[in-house]
């Protein structure tokens, strides 16, 4: 079983950036591929962001090139690193263990003037 806990949400205005963490426990972490997702209000959680256990990364259309995914192995810990915020990414964020299907309790993003 793995737990995953992540932090560094906020409200921060347009333009502005944050950077999520997602701490894991419990098992395996390195060979792990790990994922962030979101969830705006009334819509459904879409995929974010893909790192792989050799590190390569992936990304949906409209975050690429503003947001970064990486992780730390010896912290078991994987990075969002969200730059030039904008309204749209407000989401509840949530960390995802692809390999073991685990899901953290999500954080809240709220991008807003």
């Known amino acids: 079983q793995v737990q995953l806990v992540e932090s560094g949400g906020g409200l921060v205005q347009p333009g502005g950036s944050l950077r999520l963490s997602c701490a894991a426990s419990g098992s395996a972490f390195a060979a792990n591929a790990m994922e962030w997702y979101r969830q705006a209000p009334g819509k459904q959680r879409e995929w974010v962001a893909r790192i792989t256990s050799g590190g390569t990364t992936y990304y949906l259309n409209s975050v690429k090139g503003r947001f970064t995914i990486s992780r730390d192995n010896a912290k078991r810990t994987v990075y969002l690193q969200m730059n030039r915020l904008v309204p749209e990414d407000t989401a509840v964020y949530y960390c995802?263990?692809?390999?073991?299907?685990?899901w953290g309790q999500g954080t809240q993003v709220t991008v807003s003037s």
């Open positions: 995802h263990d692809a390999t073991t299907v685990s």
